[in-house]
C-alpha cells in the first residue's frame, strides 16, 4: 500500500466505532472553581499554561482477561486445539531456484530442556542483570536468602528442535537456490525462539522478513458480539489457522514486501512536556492535562501517545484527550506526550488543566488550582512522527531487558498499524482509539520467514538444518478443561512451501519425563520406538504429551 492509497484510509474512521467510543464517557459533574487569574489566550509554536485553560509483556491471559489466547481445549482428527496454540513447526520453501531440486525432511524433538538442572544462585542473579531486573549484588543476596543451598533445580517445556533438509540438485548444473523458513514467534520472543540456520555445517547469514499479526479478533468472552466483535485479539488455536494463512502465498508476499513507508503523509504534531501541578500535601486529585478540540471524524484520524484519558463524541465533531500529571521523581514524569493529527486540521484548540478528570462543560470553567504545560506544534511527516513515539516505547522494552532491533520494532508498529490498527481504514475496535500503546505488535504472535541463499552442485546434496527452541501448546490451569497438563507439539508438512518431499521421518530423544496422551508420529517410546517414517502426503503430525515428575 502506498502512502497515497493509506491517507485515503486512515481518513475514513468508521462512525460506528466512534460512536461506541462516544457511549463511554463520564458521568456528569458539578465542577466548582475558584478563579486565580485571567491567562492569554495566544497560541504560537509553543503554549505555556498557567492556573486555567489556554485557547489553542510466562503465557499470556485468556482473552477477556487479557491480550492473547482462546477457549479451546476441544480434540479433533488431526489434534487439540489448545488455549495457547504456539504454532506448528512450518516447512521450508524455496523462494527461487527451486524447480527440480528433491527434499528430504528429518525433524527431531529433543526433550532434554525437560529435565531439571542446577543452577547456582550466582547464574541466576547474573540472569536478573541480563533483564536489567536488579543490581548483581541485590539480586545474589535476594537468591542466597531464598536458596541457602546455594541455587536451585529448573527446567523448561520447551523442546530443542532440528528441522533437517536434504536438498539434491539431479541435473548437470550448479543450482543457487533462495530459501525461505519460516517461523511462529512474537517480536517479544524472538530472542528466544529465532531458528539458527546451517548449511552442510556452516552457519548461514540470514534475512529476517515477518507478517502481519496472523489471528484474528473477537469481542469479550460471554457479549452477544463476542464472534463478530474486535475489541480481542483471538489467536489460532490449531494448526489450520496457519494452513489457511499461508495457502495462495499473499501472506508471504507481504512479509516479503517490507514494511510501510509512511513519509509521504502529512501529520501535525502537538507534543507536550514539562507538566506541572499542585503538590500532593495540597489535596488535589487527579490533576490533569486536556486538549480539547472539535474534529471531522471521517477526514482526521489521531493518534496519541502518553495520553491515558479521553472522551469521543463523532455527533458533535468534538475530542478530548487528556493525562495525569505525574509528581517529579515518578517514572515517565520528564517523557513527552504526543498528539498527531491526520488529514483535515483541528479546530477550536484548547489546552486546560483540571482535576476531576474530563470535566462534560468546557466553556468559562474557574480553575482553583496551579497546573502547567509546554505544548509545542509542528508539521512532519507520519513516519516521522510515529518514530519519536516509537523510540520512547522502544526504551521501555530495554529496559525490560529485551533490546533488539530497533528498526524491526518500528517496522512492526507500522506494519499492524496499516493492517488492522488505526491506520487500516478499518481498524480493530481494539485500535479505535488511537493510543499508540495499545497496539499489539510486540507480543502478538505472526509467521517470521528466515531468507537464505544456498548453492546445490550438480548432482550433488546440502544439508540444511534449522535448529531452536520451540514452546508448547497448553490450555491454562484455571480453565479446568481435559487437556489440563498437556503439552502439544506439531509440525505442519505442507503449508506455503514449494519443495517437493520425496522422504520425511522424526524422531524423539531424552524422553525420560515425558510420557504420550495422544499423537499420529507412531512414536512408542517404552518399547524403544523413538523413530519413525513418516508420509509425506500426510499434512499434519501432532505429539501431546505429559510430564513425569520425579520420585
Known amino acids: 500500500m502506498n502512502s497515497e492509497e493509506l491517507f485515503d484510509a486512515i481518513t475514513q474512521v ?17 465542577i466548582h472553581w475558584l478563579k486565580t487569574g485571567a491567562i492569554a489566550a495566544a497560541f504560537t509554536a509553543v503554549i505555556g499554561l498557567g492556573a486555567g485553560a489556554l485557547t489553542g509483556a510466562i503465557p499470556l491471559l485468556p482473552v477477556g482477561l487479557g491480550p492473547g489466547g482462546n477457549a479451546a481445549g476441544s480434540g479433533h482428527d488431526g489434534g487439540s486445539s489448545f488455549m495457547r496454540y ?9 523462494l527461487e531456484g527451486g524447480a527440480g531440486l528433491t527434499a528430504e525432511r528429518a525433524l527431531t524433538y529433543d526433550f532434554s530442556p525437560w529435565t531439571p538442572a542446577w543452577r547456582s544462585n550466582q547464574e541466576l542473579a547474573e540472569e536478573e542483570v541480563r533483564l536489567g531486573a536488579a543490581d548483581y549484588q541485590e539480586a545474589l543476596e535476594s537468591y542466597n536468602e531464598c536458596y ?18 536434504t536438498l539434491t540438485n539431479p541435473t548437470d548444473g550448479d543450482k543457487t537456490a533462495v530459501l525461505l523458513y519460516p517461523f511462529v514467534s512474537s517480536f517479544g520472543n524472538l530472542p528466544d525462539y529465532r531458528p539458527a540456520l546451517t548449511a552442510d555445517g556452516a552457519a548461514l547469514d540470514t534475512a529476517l522478513h515477518a507478517g502481519t499479526y496472523s489471528g484474528g479478533f473477537q469481542g469479550a468472552i460471554g457479549a452477544d458480539n463476542q464472534e463478530t466483535g474486535s475489541l480481542n485479539l483471538k489467536d489460532f488455536d490449531s494448526w489450520e489457522g496457519y494452513r489457511d494463512l499461508l495457502d495462495g502465498g499473499a501472506y508471504q508476499a507481504q512479509a516479503l514486501d517490507g514494511f510501510p513507508d509512511l513519509s509521504g503523509i502529512p501529520a501535525t504534531v502537538y507534543k507536550f512536556t514539562s507538566a506541572w501541578g499542585p503538590e500532593r500535601e495540597s489535596g488535589v486529585t487527579n490533576p490533569s492535562i486536556h486538549a480539547a478540540f472539535s474534529l471531522d471524524y471521517d477526514k482526521t484520524t ?9 472522551c469521543f463524541d463523532s455527533e458533535t465533531g468534538t475530542m478530548d484527550r487528556s493525562y495525569s500529571i505525574l509528581e517529579p521523581g515518578w517514572a515517565d514524569c520528564d517523557e513527552p506526550r504526543y498528539l498527531i493529527a491526520l488529514g483535515e486540521p483541528v479546530q477550536d484548540w484548547r489546552v486546560f488543566a483540571t482535576t476531576s478528570g474530563a470535566p462534560e462543560a468546557k466553556e468559562d470553567l474557574e480553575f482553583g488550582t496551579q497546573a502547567g504545560v509546554t505544548v509545542e506544534r509542528y508539521d512532519t511527516d507520519l513516519d516521522s512522527a510515529l518514530r519519536a513515539a516509537a523510540e520512547l516505547m522502544y526504551g521501555a522494552q530495554e529496559s525490560q531487558g ?7 520494532y518500528f517496522g512492526l508498529m507500522k506494519l499492524d498499524m496499516t493492517a488492522c490498527g488505526p491506520l487500516s481504514g478499518s481498524p480493530a475496535e481494539r485500535y479505535s482509539g488511537g493510543d499508540l500503546e495499545s497496539a499489539d505488535f510486540d507480543y502478538a504472535d505472526r509467521v517470521f520467514y528466515l531468507e537464505v541463499q544456498v548453492t546445490i552442485p550438480a548432482g550433488g546434496s546440502v544439508a540444511v538444518e534449522a535448529r531452536f527452541r520451540k514452546a508448547p501448546s ?34 524423539a530423544v531424552n524422553t525420560e519425563r515425558a510420557a504420550i496422551v495422544r499423537q499420529n508420529y507412531g512414536f512408542d517410546w517404552e518399547n524403544g520406538v523413538d523413530s519413525v517414517v513418516l508420509d509425506p502426503a500426510e499434512e499434519h503430525y501432532y505429539l501431546e504429551v505429559r510430564r513425569i515428575e520425579a520420585d
Not at 529485551?402 to 524491526?408: H, K, S, T
Open 14 to 30: 468508521r462512525d460506528g466505532l466512534v460512536d461506541e467510543a462516544a457511549q463511554a464517557k463520564p458521568a456528569k459533574q458539578s
Open 86 to 94: 504456539t504454532g506448528p513447526v512450518l516447512p521450508m520453501t524455496a
Open 148 to 165: 541457602e543451598e546455594g541455587g536451585r533445580y529448573q527446567y523448561s517445556l520447551d523442546l530443542l528442535v532440528t528441522d533437517s533438509y
Open 302 to 310: 489521531v493518534l496519541v501517545y502518553g495520553f491515558n484519558g479521553g
Open 402 to 408: 529485551n533490546p533488539q532491533d530497533f528498526e524491526l
Open 474 to 507: 497448553y490450555d491454562y490451569y484455571c480453565a479446568h478443561t481435559d487437556n489440563q497438563g498437556i503439552y502439544g507439539y506439531d509440525m505442519a508438512v505442507k503449508a506455503g512451501t514449494q519443495l517437493d518431499f520425496t522422504a520425511m521421518s522424526a524422531r
